[in-house]
């Protein structure tokens, strides 16, 4: 608050800060792992492999067309624990491809951060990447992108 804020409460006027909206948490600017829905049922065939082979088993299993990469990752944030330690952001299996790695900020943009996604969790892998690929955002930019490019070159 200045000296004018000040004086013009001597005559009346309320402060600024009065007028100031409350704010709630704030969104994190940034997140490497999408995540698939979280009500995704566990496949068939992953039920029964234990959990040190479910890795080849996720590439195995993959319909689409871009090839999937999966493996075990600890994604630290940026931020520190009390201990002075880094928060662990995601920690288990996750999986990339090339639709993902092209358009990872497109998608990343429409949901208001700004870092690109780099992996994709478990639940997204048994959803999209194992059984309906075409809900995959990444999949349908990509295949909008090819479609597009391929008009261009027809018209060439």
């Not at 997140?31 to 890795?55: C, F, H, I, M, N």
């Not at 944030?77 to 990872?104: I, Q, V």
Request: glycine content about 8%; charged content about 30%.
């Amino acid at each position: 608050m200045g000296l004018l804020d000040k004086i013009a409460e001597l005559f009346g006027r309320k402060s600024s800060a009065a007028y100031a909206a409350p704010q709630g948490p704030k969104k994190p600017l940034s997140k490497q792992v999408y995540e698939g829905p979280a009500d995704t049922p566990e496949p068939d065939w992953a039920k029964e492999l234990p959990r040190a082979s479910l890795l080849d088993a996720c590439a195995e299993h993959a319909i689409c067309k871009y090839k999937l990469h999966v493996e075990i990752k600890r994604i630290m944030s940026t931020r520190r624990g009390f201990d002075g330690n880094l928060e662990a952001e995601y920690d288990g299996l996750a999986g990339g491809c090339g639709a993902l790695k092209n358009f990872g900020l497109a998608v990343a943009k429409r949901e208001g951060y700004i870092q690109p996604y780099r992996y994709v969790d478990l639940n997204h892998i048994y959803a999209c990447c194992s059984d309906k690929f075409r809900r995959c955002p990444f999949f349908e930019l990509a295949e909008g992108s090819e479609k597009d490019l391929q008009n261009r070159q027809r018209r060439i």
